[in-house]
């Protein structure tokens, strides 16, 4: 069972910087998919941002430019950098995992979900 535990989030002003930290307990992880995902009060969830087993990565059109997904595979630990933040981005910020065969990142086949972590963006 993969556990994941997400830290980092916050209340910052506009124009600021946060960085989600997102710890991993299997110690195989480095071949899962692995994707940030947030969700607004009344909104549906929104994949952020995803990494695969290779590194590529890939982001939704309202965070491209500003946010940047990585991951330390010394550390069992995914990452997401939030920069120029916007009120907009006010949400909870969940990382989620699945695992793959061959690298490919599947938005439906995400099954493993952290706690949560809450990011509020004040104008």
């Known amino acids: 069972q993969v556990q994941l535990v997400e830290s980092g989030g916050g209340s910052v002003q506009a124009g600021g910087s946060l960085r989600l930290s997102c710890a991993i307990s299997?110690?195989?992880?480095?071949?899962?998919?692995l994707a940030w995902f947030r969700q607004a009060p009344g909104a549906e969830r929104e994949e952020v941002a995803v990494i695969n087993k290779y590194g590529d990565t890939t982001y939704a059109d309202s965070v491209k430019g500003r946010f940047t997904i990585s991951k330390d595979n010394a550390k069992n630990t995914l990452y997401l950098l939030m920069n120029s933040l916007k009120p907009e981005d006010t949400a909870m910020y969940y990382c989620?995992?699945?695992?793959?065969?061959?690298?490919?990142?599947?938005?439906?086949?995400?099954?493993?979900w952290g706690q949560g972590t809450q990011v509020t963006v004040s104008s």
């Open positions: 989620a995992a699945h695992s793959t065969n061959n690298g490919y990142c599947i938005t439906s086949h995400f099954g493993y």
């Open positions: 299997d110690s195989t992880y480095s071949r899962y998919c």
